[in-house]
């Protein structure tokens, strides 16, 4: 999105009031402090403060090339706490797509589950999404999602060219290997073309939803209402969630691994103009305020076999110290903690594990404050509070 659509608005609509939000309350404030380096550094204002209390210390780690940073994020994932991994509460995030598959490699090699995104890059929703995409019009996207649905046909001849394919497959002991492998190709082959038609589907219906709420959609909104939204994610599934920076937006982790912040991917080497390199550096922000209590910064000190240098958007970032923040007054607590908020916050805590959600997810923190302060005797009561 334009950032001048926000910046600009004082002076495009005479009079209009402009509510500022400069207060963080998701992330600790070494995250938000780093984050906000990143925006200054890159000359952009960052009036950004956190309402929470100090965490701990933002990491950051060099290491000789790609492979061993994905060791290390491996490494660190599998000595961390496994309540996290099975809640969903850590990811790791790149710059493109391509950077995910060492880590997801070195994440296997250690036992740990993954939650990939469906729409990964050279996955058949991602084929079909970008197919879709390439329509500059609403009515263009429109026609396009009818004609898929439509198509019938196309689904049931792929799904029916699968099942001829897998009952002649050459068995027993006569079968040589001449004559598998060429079967084996064709079924593959075959197979792959049942999952485009199938996702090509998947992604007709998530349009006609997203055409819903925005009539006068083009494809690239909606290639970045998918990106926001996940529309094609299960997470109910437990597991460390690799994504791209663009994919992050609008989720949260408890602790979060933000990687290959080197030059040439931060900022990308396609960002060659004054305005897309500041679109980098929001890029990274959001990256790493995805974080609300942890924050590892990564990169290689080689990549592709070319050496790298770390990315001028952290140059200057002090990490050794955490600093002294103090949330503003009238954002803290002025009475003892309520023992009622901390049974509940435990409370939370087991239900997510056994819901294998991320507890934010299950109730937000001003609902249970909410609960915490009204502390309800009935259903009704309850729907009051929240």
């Not at 070494?30 to 309402?51: C, F, K, M, T, Y």
């Not at 040589?176 to 064709?186: D, E, K, L, N, T």
């Not at 992050?248 to 900022?267: A, D, F, I």
């Not at 023992?339 to 001003?366: F, G, H, M, N």
Request: glycine share 4%.
């Amino acid at each position: 999105a334009d950032p001048t659509l926000l910046v600009d608005v004082e002076s495009r609509f005479a009079g209009i009031e402009v509510v500022r939000l400069p207060v963080n309350h998701r992330c600790t404030p070494q995250i938000v402090n780093a984050g906000a380096h990143v925006l200054v550094e890159s000359g952009q204002p960052a009036d950004v403060r956190s309402a929470r209390d100090d965490g701990p210390t933002v990491s950051s780690t060099s290491t000789p090339d790609e492979d061993a940073e994905a060791c290390f994020v491996a490494t660190q994932i599998a000595r961390s706490d496994p309540t996290l991994i099975r809640s969903g509460g850590v990811a790791i995030l790149a710059r493109t797509n391509a950077q995910l598959g060492a880590f997801e490699t070195a994440l296997d090699e250690r036992g740990i589950a993954v939650r990939r995104s469906a729409a990964a890059h050279g996955s058949p929703l991602e084929a079909a999404i970008r197919e879709a995409s390439a329509n500059t019009s609403a009515s263009g996207l429109r026609a396009w999602a009818h004609d898929t649905l439509d198509d019938v046909a196309s689904l049931e001849l792929a799904q029916a060219t699968v099942n001829r394919l897998t009952a002649d497959a050459p068995t027993g002991e006569r079968a040589s290997q001449r004559a598998i492998a060429p079967h084996a190709a064709q079924v593959n082959q075959a197979t792959a073309t049942l999952r485009l038609v199938q996702a090509e589907r998947r992604v007709a219906a998530a349009l006609l939803e997203f055409l819903r709420d925005r009539p006068r959609g083009d494809g690239a909104e909606f290639r970045s209402w998918v990106a926001t939204t996940n529309p094609f994610d299960d997470r109910s599934t437990e597991g460390v969630e690799l994504l791209s920076f663009h994919a992050s937006k609008g989720r949260e982790w408890h602790t979060v691994y933000v990687t290959g912040l080197e030059t040439n991917l931060m900022p990308h080497k396609s960002a060659t103009t004054v305005e897309e390199r500041a679109e980098e550096a929001r890029l990274l922000y959001v990256a790493m305020t995805r974080a609300t209590d942890v924050l590892h910064l990564t990169r290689a000190e080689r990549r592709n076999g070319y050496a790298r240098q770390p990315s001028p958007l952290l140059s200057g970032l002090e990490l050794n110290e955490p600093p002294a923040v103090t949330a503003p007054a009238a954002l803290r607590r002025q009475r003892p903690r309520d023992p009622t908020l901390d049974r509940l916050t435990a409370w939370r805590a087991e239900s997510a594990v056994r819901a294998r959600v991320v507890p934010t997810e299950l109730l937000s923190d001003r609902d249970l404050s909410a609960i915490a302060a009204a502390k309800p005797r009935t259903p009704e009561e309850l729907d009051a509070a929240t």
